[in-house]
């Protein structure tokens, strides 16, 4: 009989003579095998190929979304993969169930093979973290030198490639900045949302509001209708989304249930859960870095627990979608769309002919 079986197929297909004989136990290697140090090895391998299937996705999003005008049959793709991405980053944050079953005695026993290695060095996250809008100026400095001064040169040229491109946030901010109805006619919605939000102040001096209450109150909203005040706030680190963009987010957020509306909605929605969840991530990985070394230095030198809970707030990346909820209005306080847009904002093959 000659040929290769079905078996051999399936091996050569998926690569597994270089996958499963990819991890290498240094603790063996040096003749004092520890158990653990295979768990270990494989939850960080297969970590990374679910990095490397993260930017295979950002790349097709990132791509139909670097077109000065998004085709609409681009929508569902978009959603698809960006939900892919959510999903991928809520099996990784459960993964560390896995790791956690490892005791720390376990670890401090092979530690000292890693000799440098850290998460730290995984290329492939920190240009997720890139590509999704994690600014260079914004990341906690590290090492005393800049996050991939230490990096493989093909590694630094993606990170180079990346930051002479725009990144997801910088899409998404020009994407909404073109969103048409904000603007429609003689529509405006921040006309009619600030008088509505007025109106809503002034009347709640009825429930014992204090004047100055109502004053802060209007002062507040004014960093989203009002372009100076918009760009002072940026500067002063509030916003850093344009004003354009953030008054369509609000505004899509508000009038969701409308049906062209509905789209970009999820995709918000998909954006804010991958952001929630990568900061998940990161809460899981101090708890367990602080479960593993205590308050000690992590792999490769880091300030471990102490940096990486930092990280959980200050590497955050799009908070300002998480800021507008603080700018909702209740349902019965919120302007009316006018008949001619809510039927604009229908899908064609509904009307009668």
């Known amino acids: 009989m000659t040929g290769k079986t079905n078996w051999d197929q399936y091996h050569e297909y998926e690569g597994l003579d270089k996958i499963l004989t990819a991890q290498k136990m240094r603790s063996a290697e040096e ?15 297969v970590y990374e190929l679910w990095f490397k299937q993260i930017l295979f ?4 999003i990132q791509r139909r979304f670097s077109s000065n005008v998004v085709d609409d ?17 809520r099996n990784l ?48 400095p590290v090492f005393g030198g800049e996050f991939d001064e230490d990096l493989r040169a093909e590694s630094r040229k993606a990170f180079n490639d990346a930051e002479g491109s725009a990144s997801l946030y910088d899409q998404i901010d020009t ?45 507040k909203f004014e960093s989203i209708f009002d ?20 008054q369509a987010a609000l505004f899509i957020t508000i ?26 991530w990161r809460y899981r990985h101090a708890l367990l870095v602080q479960r593993m070394v205590g308050m000690g230095a992590g792999t490769g030198g880091s300030s471990g627990y102490n940096y990486l809970m930092d990280t959980v707030q200050k590497h ?9 909820s603080s700018y909702i209005i209740p349902s019965d306080a919120l302007p009316a769309l006018p008949q001619q847009l809510k039927d604009t904002m229908t899908y064609g093959y509904t009307k009668a002919a």
Not at 36 to 45: A, N, P, R, T, V
């Open 93 to 140: 944050v459960g993964m560390m169930d896995v790791l956690e079953t490892m005791p720390p005695q376990s670890f401090l026993d092979f530690r000292r093979y890693l000799g440098t290695a850290s998460g730290f060095q995984s290329w492939q996250f920190r240009l997720i973290e890139l590509r999704l809008g994690l600014r260079r100026e914004d990341r906690i």
């Open 31 to 45: 003749g004092n095998p520890v158990h653990d140090e295979m768990l270990f090895i494989i939850f960080h391998q």
């Open 255 to 280: 009038y969701r249930e409308e049906p062209v509306l509905q789209g970009p909605y999820r995709l918000l929605q998909h954006i804010i859960d991958v952001d929630a969840l990568i900061a998940q």
């Open 73 to 89: 049959r681009d929508m569902q793709p978009i959603l698809t993969y960006l939900g892919r991405i959510e999903k991928i980053f």
């Open 175 to 219: 994407w909404l900045s073109r969103t048409p109805f904000v603007d429609w006619q003689d529509y405006k919605f921040t006309e009619q949302y600030r008088q509505a939000v007025h109106n809503m102040l002034d009347q709640s001096a009825q429930h014992g509001v204090s004047a100055d209450d109502i004053t802060r109150g209007k002062a």
């Open 316 to 324: 955050r990346i799009f908070n300002d979608l998480f800021s507008l």
């Open 57 to 60: 996705e950002l790349d097709d």
């Open 227 to 246: 372009a100076d005040k918009h760009d002072q706030a940026i500067k002063d680190g509030l916003w850093r989304m344009s004003a354009p963009a953030l």
